[in-house]
C-alpha cells in the first residue's frame, strides 16, 4: 500500500520570496513520485516526475524536486515565486501503472504582491 | 482542442437520480481512470481500465459503476446520486510504457 502526505494545507508567501511545499510519501515498494498544479478551475497539469536516476528534478515554471529516499520525501521548491504560481499543488506516487496514482491531500500555494 | 475531453463540466442533479459522466480521449492512449477530489482528501481513485475488456475498482467504487465503451471513451455512472458525491470529478488516461498520466478538466457535480 502506498500513502502520500502534505505536511501544509496552505503556503502564503510574498512574490519574488522562494518556496517549499513539503510531501512524504510511504511505500513498501519502489515507486515514482510526481507533482501537479491545478490552476482554478482548471485540470492537473504535471509539474515534474521523478522515475529514476538523479535526485534533483527540474519541472516546468522554474520548479525544482528533490527525492530523499532516506527521509522518504520529494519537496518541492521554487527559487522566487510570482502571483501567477497562485495555485493548488498535489504530490503524488505510484507504481508501474503511471497513471494509477495516489495523492497527497493538496497545498494551497498563495502568492502575495 | 482539449485531449481529454469530459462531458459535462458542471451538473446539478437531485438525491436519487441516475447520472452520467463521460470521458472521451484523442490520445489514442490505452488506459483511462476516473478520480474524484474532496477539498482536504485529494484526489482518490474511483475506478480504472488497462484496455476495453478491463475493468478494475479503486479505492473508492462503492455507489459508482463504469463502462468503457470503446478504447477512447470511458463514462461513470453514479445509479442513486446522494449528497455526499457531491464533488469534482477527473477523468485521466496513460499510455502503457508511457510515464505520465493526462487529466480532463473536470465535472463539478453537485448533488442536492
Known amino acids: 500500500a502506498q500513502s502520500v502526505t502534505q505536511l501544509d494545507s496552505q503556503v502564503p508567501v510574498f512574490e519574488e520570496a522562494p518556496v517549499e511545499l513539503r510531501c512524504n510519501y510511504s511505500?513498501?515498494?519502489?515507486?515514482?513520485l510526481f507533482w501537479y498544479v491545478q490552476y482554478p478551475n482548471q485540470g492537473l497539469q504535471l509539474l515534474l516526475k521523478?522515475?529514476?536516476?538523479?535526485?534533483l528534478v527540474k519541472g516546468i515554471n522554474g520548479f525544482e524536486a528533490e527525492f530523499n529516499k532516506s527521509q522518504t520525501s520529494f519537496h518541492l521548491r521554487k527559487p522566487s515565486v510570482h502571483i501567477s504560481d497562485t495555485a493548488e499543488y498535489f504530490c503524488?506516487?505510484?507504481?508501474?501503472?503511471?497513471?494509477?496514482?495516489?495523492f497527497g491531500q493538496g497545498t494551497i500555494l498563495t502568492v502575495h504582491p | 482542442d482539449a485531449d481529454v475531453t469530459q462531458t459535462p463540466r458542471n451538473r446539478i442533479t437531485k438525491t436519487g437520480k441516475r447520472i452520467m459522466l463521460e470521458c472521451s480521449q484523442t490520445?489514442?492512449?490505452?488506459?483511462m481512470y476516473w478520480y474524484r477530489q474532496d477539498p482536504g482528501l485529494g484526489l482518490r481513485l474511483i475506478y480504472y481500465?488497462?484496455?476495453?475488456?478491463?475493468?478494475n475498482k479503486g479505492e473508492i467504487s462503492d455507489g459508482y459503476s463504469v463502462s468503457r465503451q470503446a478504447q477512447a471513451k470511458f463514462s461513470l455512472s453514479l445509479e442513486s446520486a446522494i449528497p455526499n458525491q457531491t464533488a469534482l470529478y477527473f477523468c485521466?488516461?496513460?499510455?502503457?510504457?508511457?510515464?505520465?498520466?493526462?487529466f480532463g478538466q473536470g465535472t463539478r457535480l453537485t448533488v442536492v
Open positions: 521523478y522515475l529514476s536516476g538523479s535526485t
Open positions: 511505500s513498501s515498494v519502489s515507486v515514482y
Open positions: 481500465s488497462f484496455d476495453v475488456k478491463d475493468i
Open positions: 503524488a506516487c505510484g507504481g508501474t501503472s503511471y497513471g494509477k496514482l495516489t
Open positions: 485521466a488516461t496513460s499510455v502503457q510504457g508511457g510515464t505520465e498520466a493526462f
Open positions: 490520445k489514442g492512449h490505452d488506459r
